[in-house]
């Protein structure tokens, strides 16, 4: 499998010429890059076999409302093996390799860690030979592409399919319907009851695949992602050739057109809510017809459905799925309630994501009421038998109230997976337990068997072997083979050099030639100069008060104070990244971005400061900016407040490409903190039980204020206004006194000093560099636990029963 350097620049010449009527001297930089694309498909279309056409093979169908692919040259080349023959082609031609990848745009289809995740599992399910399908929305300008105007975000749209659109084939000729609104009419035929929706608006669900290629796999697995289109119809003649046209859209058209516009519209008020409540239906209608019909070419009886099926939510977004599969069954295939519902809820598995209440769907009944009726009915009579069982088994209207699927107005998603699903798993061990032990602690009476732990996972061979070439040279080394690819586990070997010089030096240079590379991009592609032979500490994220970016800027700002009050300060210099989406309703991270700028500019503008401290803003964090900060990261910043982040991957990422990290016992950093032990990775602040504890007895940021002058100063500052004369005491009174909310939610205040003291903890390791160097090998040895193979693997041997075959 794969081409020669001469083969592959034929073929994109050939392309060239072909498709786009161009050589090599009069194409764009686009069309090249499209034509080394579709010569990559040429490969796969020649050289493997999509897995689904295998006969009598379990499939999982994994269903997500972001997958956050990230570019897809790079990663299908690196696996069909013919990345180097690529690179050698991109040279033969006279090509600038950056230049060539760059023309990509990052696929729309995510936000963050949730959207990453699906896209780690997928491609890793292909490599391990699992036969499976992932599935979501099309969205034509998805999240946004984010610009900074006067140090405020602005949020720009991005047409990115407009060149991404390589990838993808659009498939009419499987198109289904997906019902909204209108009224449920009840008939007997037979002496069954029968349901049919009529009046009602229908939007055609038109899937849009890409292929998934494994790494050094002959099998692919598929990506489909569905397009609303509205039904044709007969054409009016007379519209057109009476005096006044009527140009009028249809409310199928309204709807069909904003489904597929862009990824979590703001759903503040009540249209933004009705909009993402249709694409979620929507996906999981279409997905769900799609299944069934899939199954019944294959199979003759409906009634093994989950012998070769399981559907796993990512999340509560796609928890319709469960109603609709029952209407399905029962409307469709003309099943009794009682043999649907066991298929159902043997063919459905669901992974929690978070313990957060606002990101806990709630819908308001009505809303489902209005905008499907016949799923509101099913919802029903599902939540009307759950409730018996629970008034059996709780006994008290306050634990069955919280447990319920319908109660006062609102439909809960996440107790509706819980009852309905045949696994229920959290993403950490510690995210694990507070779903047992807290959050569905009413329903672990009915439920216990169903909850599991599986740790989150990341693509290893895109996080490292791709995106960090010299690690992986070195890697390969030392471990004396490159099996750590598909067998992430053999990077333990690595712990035979932590007392090797020699190792550990070699180590320290691929460092130092990666943040040379990173400072070298910021200045070509933004003008942005940094220092690197300073401390490289990054914190890129989602942008949310828990995940407490704040914090980091107020310890920044601490900083500042202290080089100005003792410039001969013994503290190394710092550059600190900082790069986040903030949504936009999400006014108070939108003001802490703005900060961060007032923040960049106060420390720019004090010549002082010149080669001591520095901060920079990564603009429009995404996937590809992720692959150039991180292989020359040396700090991560996993700092929210534990108990509030369910794992974390950004966390993994860091610490495969040797950062150290500085975080709090939350997520996945307690595991990393067992693999590595304690010595090897900063910990700070509360841990779980203890922020519980704190917030039972009644929190006081003001007490942990009154007593640290140099806290009081910073927040003193904010509030007066840095070089720019901005104001924001709003931020300052958020975390002292509160507004509509309790102050200081996430405890910023309690955890400061701490954070403090384990950065002067960290500043103090790095000058040692051997002992630097040999925690950072310890952390990529203890990495491999977080592979996705790993987690992929723990999900078909613990919750799907599938098998796989390397």
Not at 221 to 235: C, D, G, H, M, S
Not at 315 to 330: A, G, K, S
Not at 466 to 489: A, F, M, T, W
Not at 756 to 761: L, P, T
Request: aromatic share 10%; proline share 3%.
């Amino acid at each position: 499998m794969g081409y020669t350097p001469k083969q592959l620049a034929d073929k994109v010449e050939g392309h060239l010429k072909k498709n786009f009527g161009r050589t090599l001297k009069t194409a764009s930089k686009e069309l090249v890059f499209r034509s080394f694309a579709l010569a990559l498909l040429g490969l796969m279309e020649d050289s493997t076999v999509p897995s689904t056409v295998k006969q009598q093979k379990k499939e999982v169908h994994y269903l997500s409302l972001e997958f956050l692919l990230g570019r897809s040259l790079m990663k299908n080349a690196f696996n069909l093996g013919c990345l180097d023959a690529l690179k050698e082609a991109a040279e033969r031609l006279d090509i600038n390799l950056s230049d060539l990848t760059e023309q990509e745009p990052d696929p729309s289809l995510g936000n963050g860690g949730l959207g990453r995740l699906a896209a780690c599992y997928l491609e890793a399910m292909t490599s391990l030979g699992i036969c499976a399908t992932g599935y979501s929305v099309f969205y034509e300008y998805g999240m946004f592409l984010q610009g900074i105007l006067n140090g405020e975000q602005a949020e720009m749209s991005d047409p990115w399919f407009e060149k991404g659109g390589v990838w993808w084939t659009k498939r009419p000729d499987d198109e289904y319907v997906v019902s909204f609104e209108g009224r449920v009419v009840q008939t007997e035929e037979n002496g069954r009851l029968c349901f049919k929706t009529e009046e009602d608006t229908k939007v055609l669900a038109i899937p849009v695949d890409m292929t998934i290629t494994g790494y050094g796999k002959s099998e692919t697995n598929r990506l489909r992602v569905w397009q609303a289109e509205t039904p044709p119809k007969k054409i009016d003649i007379r519209r057109y050739t009476e005096d006044a046209w009527d140009t009028r859209l249809t409310e199928a058209d309204l709807v069909a057109e904003d489904i597929n516009k862009v990824l979590y519209p703001n759903d503040k008020n009540l249209s933004g809510k009705m909009l993402r409540l249709r694409q979620q239906y929507f996906l999981v209608s279409a997905t769900a017809q799609n299944i069934v019909k899939r199954y019944k070419r294959k199979y003759k009886k409906l009634q093994d459905f989950h012998k070769w099926n399981v559907i796993q939510i990512n999340d509560t977004h796609p928890t319709l799925v469960i109603p609709e599969l029952m209407r399905i069954f029962m409307d469709e295939e003309g099943m009794e309630w009682d043999e649907a519902w066991s298929i159902v809820t043997k063919s459905v598995a669901y992974t929690n994501h978070t313990v957060m209440a606002e990101a806990l769907e709630c819908w308001p009944q009505h809303l489902i009421e209005r905008l499907m009726p016949r799923i509101w009915m099913i919802l029903c009579e599902i939540n009307r038998r759950y409730l018996s069982l629970l008034w059996v088994a709780l006994g008290d209207e306050e634990r069955v109230s919280g447990a319920a699927i319908i109660w006062n107005g609102q439909v809960r998603m996440a107790n509706l997976c819980v009852h309905a699903c045949f696994a229920v798993n959290g993403v950490s061990a510690l995210h694990s337990r507070i779903l047992r032990e807290e959050l569905f602690r009413s329903q672990v009476t009915l439920y216990s068997s169903k909850f599991r732990n599986v740790t989150n996972g990341i693509d290893h061979r895109r996080w490292l072997a791709q995106i960090n070439p010299r690690l992986h040279s070195l890697v390969c080394d030392l471990c004396g083979s490159d099996r750590y690819l598909q067998k992430p586990e053999e990077l333990e070997k690595l712990t035979a050099y932590t007392e090797n010089r020699s190792a550990l030096e070699r180590l320290a240079e691929v460092k130092r030639q990666n943040k040379r590379d990173f400072a070298r991009y910021l200045e070509r592609t933004g003008g942005i100069s940094v220092d690197p032979e300073s401390i490289f500490d990054v914190q890129v994220k989602r942008l949310h008060e828990y995940k407490r970016q704040l914090m980091n800027v107020l310890h920044v700002l601490y900083l500042y104070n202290k080089l100005k009050d003792d410039p001969g300060a013994d503290i190394a210099p710092h550059t600190f990244f900082f790069g986040a989406k903030a949504a936009p309703s999400y006014k108070m991270a939108k003001r802490i971005i703005e900060l961060i700028h007032s923040l960049i500019g106060h420390i720019e503008a004090d010549p002082a400061m010149k080669g001591r401290l520095s901060a920079v803003f990564l603009q429009n964090y995404r996937v590809s900016l992720a692959e150039q900060v991180m292989p020359a990261s040396e700090i991560s910043e996993q700092i929210s407040t534990a108990g509030k982040e369910a794992s974390g991957t950004g966390n993994m990422k860091f610490m495969l490409n040797g950062a150290l990290t500085v975080g709090t016992l939350d997520g996945a950093n307690v595991e990393i903190a067992e693999l590595v032990g304690r010595e090897n990775i900063f910990l700070f602040g509360l841990d779980a039980p203890e922020v519980k504890r704190l917030q039972n007895e009644g929190y006081s940021p003001l007490s942990y204020i009154s007593r640290n002058a140099a806290l009081r100063r910073v927040l003193d500052q904010i509030t007066d206004g840095l070089y720019d004369g901005k104001s924001y005491a709003d931020i300052a009174n958020s975390l002292q006194i509160g507004a509509f909310e309790s102050a200081d939610r996430y405890l910023l205040m309690a955890d400061f000093e701490s954070y403090c003291a384990v950065h002067r903890e960290a500043d103090a390791a790095y000058r040692d560099a051997e002992g630097w160097n040999r925690r950072s090998l310890i952390n990529i040895a203890k990495a491999g636990f977080f592979s996705a193979d790993r987690a992929v693997a723990d999900y078909a041997r613990n919750i799907w029963n599938v098998q796989g075959k390397r």
